[in-house]
Every structure is written in C-alpha cells, then in structure tokens.
C-alpha cells in the first residue's frame, strides 16, 4: 500500500514557475514507476510525466516537453513535477500516481494522490 500527498499548488501568471512534490508513505517507494498527471474541469485527465523506480528514464507529453520536468528522489520518498513557462491551458487538478510499470498511460497506475489545484492566470 503506498499513500500519496501532493504539494505546491497555486495560482501563478502566464510565463511562471511552480514545483509541484508528492510525498509518498511506505518503504518501497524506490520499487515503483511515478506519474504525474492532470484534469481540467469537463476534460479527460492528461498524461504530463512519468519517471522510472530508480529515476533513470523519464517521459513526457507532447504539451509539456521542454517546459516541465520530472525528477524524484528516493531518500525522500518524494517526486517533483518542476513546471516552467506554465500557460493558461495548463490549469488543471494535478495528481502523482505510483504504478509498477513506467508509463504515461494512467490505467496502469495503482495508487493515486487527492490531486492539487493549478490555476495559471493570463
């Protein structure tokens, strides 16, 4: 069982910066493919970025490439989504997710975080 609680949510101008973390319970943390993804109201939820157990192989969707990163860091049982150039369209409920496979597609993925707010102002 892993339990997840995101972070750093907000609300930020056209053109800024937020990091968002996902703080995970449990000691396997380090065994298990992370994601990040996100819904916006009346939409599907998106894939933004996924990351392997170790943190060696990272994706990343089409809309985000070059402007969000993910990273994560084991000692911590913590995974980032470092987001710059963040545009109105980005506004979204972000969620992290923990799966056993590294993926970008969501049905794969186990266990959920209650999701954080973005809202990028234009």
């Known amino acids: 069982q892993v339990q997840l609680v995101e972070s750093g949510g907000g609300l930020v101008q056209a053109g800024g910066s937020l990091r968002l973390s996902c703080a995970a319970s449990?000691?396997?943390?380090?065994?298990?493919?992370m994601g990040w993804f996100r819904q916006a109201p009346g939409k599907e939820r998106e894939s933004v970025a996924a990351?392997?157990?170790?943190?060696?192989?990272?994706y990343d969707a089409d809309s985000v490439k070059g402007r969000f990163t993910i990273s994560r860091d084991n000692a911590k049982n913590t995974v980032y989504l470092q987001m710059n150039s963040l545009k109105p369209e980005d506004t979204a409920v972000y969620y992290c997710?923990?799966?056993?496979?590294?993926?970008?597609?969501?049905?794969?993925?186990?266990?959920w975080g209650q999701g954080t707010q973005v809202t990028v102002s234009s």
């Open positions: 990351i392997s157990p170790s943190g060696g192989r990272t």
């Open positions: 997710a923990a799966a056993m496979i590294t993926t970008l597609s969501p049905d794969i993925y186990v266990y």
């Open positions: 449990g000691r396997t943390f380090s065994s298990y493919a």
